[in-house]
Every structure is written in C-alpha cells, then in structure tokens.
C-alpha cells in the first residue's frame, strides 16, 4: 500500500532564518537550504501498524506530510494506494471563525466525500466526536482536545485504509484515546496500515508492531518494535 524509495525532502531558509516550504527550495535553488529527509526507503504492503521514532527535528512530521501529499519529494518516490486519512496538527484544516459543524462539512468534502454524503455525515461526525452543544459553536472556543476530536471524527467518516498519526492523539483525553486505539487497531486487523509519530512510547507500542528510527532525516533503523525502540532509549543521552 506505501512504498517509499529513496525519498529527500529540502526546505529553504530565508535572510531570517524563517522556514519556507519545500517547493521554495526548488523555486530559490541560491538560497540556504536544509534536507528535512534524505535517502529514506521503506514499504509496506498493509496489516501493520508502524511507529516512526525519533528526536525532535529528526523528520517524523516531514515523512508524515510526504505520506499524506502535504510535501512532494525533492528526490526519489512515494508511492501511495489506498484512501487516506491524516491527523497531522490539530488545528490541520480547521478554521477558527467556522462551527464544529461547518468545519465537519468542509473537511468531509476535502477528504474525498460528496458534499451530500458529507452533510449526511454530520450526526455521526457530531456524536462521535462527544462535542454536545459545542459542535454548533466557533473552532476558536474549542480546546485542543475537542478540535483532535473533531478531526478524527471527520477522518473515520472518510473509511480510511491508511491512517496517519502525528502526536494529535497525545491531545485526547483518556476515554477518546482508547477509542482511536481500538479503531486504529481494527484497521490494522482489517489489512489496513497505521502510521504514527509521537513521544508516548507506551501508546506506540500498543498500535504498532513496527518501528521506524529516524535521526537526523535518515533511517538509522527498521524493524520489530520491540528491537528498535529500547535501541532507540539506549542510544538518548541521560
């Protein structure tokens, strides 16, 4: 379902040090420029979930947004078949002025689904995301737990066969977590695939048999997590 194959990423910098996207690196090719990935190879062909570990700034967002078409690769490719949905930032998507409502109705559509399809959608959007009253009120009343909510909410609608997490889920309360974990190892059981990122050790390993350590944008080691990720605790500096 994913292959990726020798995949870099650069991203340009400005006079000020100010991140501009990656398409800039290829637009302003004078300018400084730093690779976010580079030489990044992996694939896998469903019914797994895969952690992608690593220190901040090693390139688990980058690979994440490469994945979900946010970012095109500089070099190599990505291939990816099977309908997507992304929980890459909490505030991905969302527009502070809209309702929870309004916000569900666009993403709906943005995610592949019809705009009839879409607002049939809403009541399950609404009572799966346990937002009550809130649903019908401004995104910029919502706390960051509620718009994660929202947005996985919006993203089950859509039947993803490939999910991709992005420390979003580390937002959600106790109760709403256990309920992505359920459904994102339902999707791995189904013969689906599970991407996630994060610092909660402990919750990776309950979604995922895989691991992935990146350092520095490369892959400095793939395999069981089991084998990976105390490789991984052993190798951070106390």
């Known amino acids: 379902m994913i292959r990726v194959d020798h995949v870099g990423v650069r991203f340009f910098f400005?006079?000020?040090?100010?991140?501009?996207t990656p398409t800039a690196a290829r637009l302003r090719p004078h300018g400084s420029t730093k690779w976010g990935v580079r030489d990044v190879?992996?694939?896998?062909?469903?019914?797994?979930?895969?952690?992608?570990?690593?220190?901040?700034g090693s390139g688990k967002t980058t690979m994440l947004?490469?994945?979900?078409?946010?970012?095109?690769?500089d070099e190599g490719?990505?291939?990816?078949?099977?309908?997507?949905?992304?929980?890459?930032?909490?505030?991905?998507?969302?527009?502070?002025?809209?309702s929870g409502r309004e916000n569900a109705m666009l993403l709906g559509v943005l995610g592949g689904l019809s705009r009839r399809d879409s607002r049939r959608a809403l009541g399950a959007v609404k009572e799966r995301s346990r937002l009550g009253d809130a649903f019908d009120q401004p995104v910029s009343t919502y706390s960051q737990g509620m718009r994660a909510r929202l947005g996985y909410a919006v993203a089950e609608e859509t039947e993803p066969?490939?999910?991709?997490?992005?420390?979003?889920?580390?937002?959600?309360?106790?109760?709403?977590?256990?309920a992505v974990e359920e459904r994102a190892q339902a999707l791995v059981e189904a013969g689906?695939?599970?991407?996630?990122?994060?610092?909660?050790?402990?919750?990776?390993?309950?979604?995922?048999?895989?691991?992935?350590?990146?350092?520095?944008?490369?892959?400095?080691?793939?395999?069981?997590?089991?084998?990976?990720?105390?490789?991984?605790?052993?190798?951070?500096?106390?």
């Open 41 to 56: 190879s992996f694939e896998t062909l469903g019914g797994e979930g895969i952690a992608l570990i690593g220190p901040s």
């Open 77 to 98: 490719r990505v291939a990816v078949h099977g309908r997507v949905a992304s929980l890459l930032s909490i505030d991905a998507g969302l527009l502070a002025l809209l």
């Open 65 to 73: 947004r490469l994945l979900a078409r946010v970012y095109w690769p």
């Open 192 to 238: 689906g695939v599970v991407i996630a990122s994060g610092h909660d050790h402990q919750m990776l390993e309950r979604l995922c048999t895989r691991a992935i350590h990146l350092h520095e944008g490369s892959v400095r080691a793939d395999g069981p997590f089991a084998v990976v990720q105390p490789a991984y605790l052993s190798s951070v500096p106390a």
């Open 161 to 178: 066969q490939i999910l991709l997490l992005d420390e979003v889920h580390e937002a959600l309360d106790h109760e709403f977590r256990n």
């Open 14 to 20: 400005d006079r000020h040090l100010k991140v501009v």
